[in-house]
């Protein structure tokens, strides 16, 4: 294993190495590349669950080309969302902080000026940046645009139920590639691309020629027909948003999502390949994540998020490939909240201070076990907090009557009671970070004109009764 070390410290050039024992890393080296990185992509997937991707177990083969880089990556068998809705998970996975520290609480925040993102500190540091961004939530008035030189948010297609403003997997990935040569004829020196894919968010509406099974239910949901909801939560019913003409059968709003799953899986293949074509992929480090899951049933809870904070609905793919690096599994507890610190470290750039996120290629030995806050924040029908920390989840529901308290094993029953003395530390430890970040910081909302407000309502983010005072789209 000293053999393994060694080369985990070369190839990643950092000065902490990866303890492939404590870590139980398989170890696949490849050529030692003896350069730094090059270059960055960042690869973000809208609500996509860990456990549909062949990498993390699935058995669909939904994701050849995700499970083709994941073999040559480092893979987080334990990555959970921050929150289970978009603008605070996709802001704390630029920022390297909490939702609550930034005061994005909501799909309508703005991201505080002050706070570093990736491509700030980057763009200081000499790099060139692009996004491409497919979810309307993440339009430029979310200010998470700033520090790229290239921001694409434009979204010309619609969906079907709600007639959204939206882009499909092959449109963003034309997207990403005319950007790359674009920064490409800007000069030299190393470049940064986001890519945020849409497609797996409902309705679930793939090309028809992407078809694909349903597979069986996840464990302990039975399928059924649904009635549809007049909201969009999902409860004991269809949400008003996914429902797609009169069809009615769980089964087969899941092959739809799996169809989503193939579609976006393809193009992010046609992607990888159009860079591997440029000459920028072999010198680049690759991070790919999500930022949420989609509950499938689960807690009867349908083709929806921002809800639980439960596996279905946080658990998502993180996994990144450092150009001549290890490759394997790890089960550490992780977060898309630890992508702007990891990729600086693969990158050999120092971090800002104070980031809640962590570095996941230092494997020095940690004195206490790690613990992750989530929140559903603004959205879902009660206000849910949770912590996550070894082996346990921690959720706290607040109800008009009370507050509900629920403890479980992230891997499922392990056979035996959480001990009540556990329980009282983890009930501690949640009142510390529930008083240290429930206040952190207030959220500053958008200025929305009606059509945007009138947009987010049908998204069902918005809680303002109406739209109408608000000023017409100049
Ligand atoms: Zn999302």
Redesign the pocket.
Known sequence: MAGDQQGVGLVHRIRRATHPVALGVLLLMTACSGSSPEGLILISV??LRADRLGSYGNELGLTPHLDSLASESLVFRNAFAPAP??LP??SAMLTGRYPDQLGVQSNTAVLPGEIPTLASWLGQRGWRSAAVVS?Y?LRKKTRLDRGFDYYDAAMRSREQVRGLPERSADATTASALRLLDLMSGRGSGPMFLWVHYQDP?GPYTAPAEWEAPAGPPPPGVEDRLLPTSTDDRGLDSLPRYQALGDRRDTVSYRAAYHAEIRFMDEQIGRLLEGIDRRGLLDGSVVIFTA??GESLGEGDRWFA?GEYLAASETAVPLFLRIPGGAAGELQRLSSPLDVFPTALAALGIEPPDQLSGEDLLDGSAREAPRTLWLSNLTVGSARRQALLTDGIRYVVTRRSDGEVEEFSWLGGDQGHEISPERRASLRNTFRELRTRLGASRPEKRQDLTRDECQNLRALGYLVEPSCDALPATP
């Open positions: 809208d609500t809705f978009t998970s996709v979810n939530v968010h930022d949420h998020h």
